[in-house]
């Protein structure tokens, strides 16, 4: 019987050591090795802001594995737009922008629950870094903090201080 696998590859796209080295050697490690469970890969989208797909997830490619796009809510600033550069309107949008981070924080948190559930349905267990922080209703739950994916080395071990 074959497990149905999510697994947050969202930190591919965003960070460049501790974490995104541990996300891809584990995933990598894994395709190799297990040919037999089906593994949905997810890029959350609003995270990263689109970013261009880094080579490491195209060659996380395998007949058992899929990417699953994910698109959602991405908080945009007002205060950030050219057309309010001013002092003035600078400081009036970013009245607007804290008076609208709650809502908006909140309707962001729902849209991302809601698509992530529908789009890993029937997975059986998921995977994640910190990054994500989404827990899975119907799925074991698996999740790497980045203080440990930081301080994982070469096949897993941890690194050891030298005594002072």
Request: overall charge positive; charged content about 20%; hydrophobic content about 45%.
């Amino acid at each position: 019987m074959s497990v149905r696998i999510g697994f947050d590859i969202t930190a591919l796209y965003i960070a460049q050591a501790g974490v995104f080295r541990y996300t891809h050697n584990l995933l990598q490690a894994l395709l190799e090795i297990d040919r037999e469970n089906e593994y949905l890969l997810l890029d959350y989208a609003p995270l990263h802001g689109k970013r261009a797909t880094p080579s490491e997830v195209t060659a996380l490619e395998a007949p058992n594995a899929r990417v699953l796009r994910c698109q959602g809510l991405r908080y945009r600033r007002l205060a950030r737009w050219d057309a309010v550069q001013q002092p003035t309107l600078r400081s009036l949008a970013g009245l607007v922008d804290r008076v609208l981070l709650w809502p908006w924080s909140a309707a962001a948190q729902a849209m991302m629950h809601r698509k992530l559930a529908q789009v890993l349905d029937g997975v059986d267990v998921f995977h994640s870094s910190d990054v994500l922080l989404w827990r899975h209703p119907a799925a074991l739950n698996v999740v790497t903090p980045r203080a440990t994916a930081s301080c994982s080395g070469k096949n897993g071990s941890l690194h050891k201080r030298k005594p002072t």
